[in-house]
């Protein structure tokens, strides 16, 4: 009778804690593997796709094949080897549709500048590959998305001067009327792409740090309640940035850009529907001051209305995107059998009016459901962070892209007056797209570190400090039970 304990004392010690690093260390590589092998696979299908479009072309001018046919597919899939390969070792947790898509909307790029430009296809297939090495080089540096958090203060200034360089006399070059571009030498670049990233990096921070006190107002403005205002200071200085590209810069699209992303942010980490109503008065404001003031400001907007009395002048461009609109129907011409070439600045600022003409409404739809596909991916990997930091940086991240592409094709469809931002990963631009693929990486990183605090080993250890970063701990549920 007495030795029936003695079994429970024995089987008692722990013999639980031997299988468990054999269980959390088995499941984490097969997803990895699998992530990977689907990423590859995309990858592959995303390529094919573009080389047989880059045939196309060159077969619309010619019975053969071009001889350099297998050295651009070579140098293709060099480039996606490479950054797959970074993938691999350097986040290998990561989202395995992001890279391939974004493979595809470069490569669609390539074959439509090549269509329009072969000399800007040369130059842009060069841009293409710096981007992938500040790809790899991005993943390399930054190993933990948290780390960026703490120098928000150097991301701010970096930003700023970043905003503020093209003004500065003998450096700053101003270009199709817009003052946006530095020169180096031979080299011409946009500091602005980057200083988009580096204030995301800052307004992400500092929204995590001041969102109870901006969520929570204090003084009330008609049935409005506001926050105290030395917490505004993020969107005055936004809206202040905003109507400084607009007004010296003369660059509606980068103004429109900039301040829609941080008002989304704000948003975002406030959850306040009327932090979005104000930034747009603020925004609506700066603008109807602009169009009083400034000449550039009324010509572009009085276009916008009614392109048809200047047809032959400022309206050229928007008037020429409609005929290629109107020629390319549903299917499209074809690729290679249009002539988008009549538009000036095609391959910038109206590439997707090319691929309107081209490929008509159904190429037009798939080039706008790649991108949606990507800002999805993006804003899944920031709803599946724990933490409010990367959760909010990625949501920054995804929203410059897809308020780019809605500026862009919002412009040349009329939708919204004409601006001067480029189709992300589409349109020749080198300082745009290596920017782009530093949105990659980091959206990739935040992504391998949302896999590996889920991981079955790390729950523990990573899964228990996130929940308290975003919520208190409940500490008042044991009193409730003593009592």
């Not at 299908?45 to 350099?68: E, I, N, S």
């Not at 998305?145 to 200034?157: D, G, P």
């Not at 798939?366 to 949501?395: D, H, M, N, T, W």
């Not at 530093?438 to 605090?453: E, F, H, K, Q, T």
């Amino acid at each position: 009778m007495v030795a029936a304990p003695s079994p429970v004392v024995s089987d008692a010690p722990v013999d639980t804690p031997a299988p468990t690093p054999a269980r959390s260390r088995a499941p984490r590589r097969r997803p990895t593997t699998r992530r990977r092998r689907t990423e590859l696979l995309l990858g592959v299908f995303a390529l094919v796709t573009t080389t047989f479009g880059y045939a196309l072309v060159q077969l619309a001018d010619a019975p053969d094949l071009p001889p350099d046919l297998w050295a651009i597919l070579a140098g293709v899939i060099g480039l996606f080897v490479v950054a797959h390969l970074a993938v691999r070792w350097l986040a290998p947790d990561a989202d395995p549709t992001l890279l391939p898509l974004a493979a595809f909307l470069t490569g669609f790029g390539f074959l439509v500048v090549a269509r329009l430009d072969e000399d800007l296809a040369r130059v842009q297939a060069v841009w293409a590959a710096v981007g992938v090495v500040a790809f790899v080089a991005t993943l390399a540096v930054v190993r933990r998305i948290r780390t960026l958090e703490r120098y928000r203060y150097t991301f701010l200034l970096l930003g700023v001067l970043a905003l503020v360089l093209p003004l500065v006399p003998g450096l700053g070059a101003e270009i199709n009327g817009a003052r946006l571009w530095v020169r180096l030498g031979p080299l011409n670049f946009q500091p602005g792409e980057a200083a988009k990233v580096l204030l995301v990096v800052f307004f992400a921070a500092y929204l995590v740090d001041k969102r109870e006190m901006l969520s929570t107002g204090t003084r009330w403005v008609g049935r409005v309640a506001l926050p105290d205002p030395k917490y505004l200071g993020p969107l005055l200085l936004a809206w202040g940035a905003s109507l400084l590209i607009m007004v010296r810069q003369k660059d509606l699209g980068s103004s429109l850009l900039f301040f829609a992303v941080f008002a989304a942010m704000l948003y975002i980490a406030t959850d306040r529907g009327s932090y979005l109503l104000i930034g747009f008065g603020l925004f609506a404001g700066g603008a109807v001051i602009a169009y009083q003031l400034f000449d550039h400001v009324q010509t572009r907007v009085s276009t916008w209305i009614d392109p048809w009395p200047v047809a032959q002048d400022e309206g050229f461009q928007l008037v020429q995107s409609m005929f290629a609109f109107g020629s390319g129907g549903f299917a499209g011409a074809g690729l290679g059998l249009g002539n988008p070439t009549t538009i000036p600045n095609v391959a910038t600022d109206f590439v997707f009016s090319a691929v309107g003409e081209e490929l008509g409404l159904v190429g037009g739809v798939a080039v706008v459901a790649v991108v949606l596909l990507l800002c999805g991916s993006g804003y899944r990997i920031a709803v599946q962070a724990e933490r409010p930091f990367p959760k909010l940086f990625a949501a920054g991240l995804t929203t410059i892209i897809g308020i780019q592409t809605f500026v862009i094709i919002g412009g040349v469809t009329r939708v919204i007056p004409l601006t001067g931002v480029t189709l992300p990963f589409v349109s020749y631009g080198g300082s745009s797209l290596v920017a782009n693929f530093v949105i990659l990486a980091l959206l990739l990183r935040i992504s391998d570190d949302n896999a590996r605090a889920r991981a079955p080993g790390r729950s523990g250890a990573a899964a228990a400090p996130a929940s308290a970063a975003v919520s208190p701990p409940p500490t008042a549920a044991p009193p409730a039970r003593r009592r």
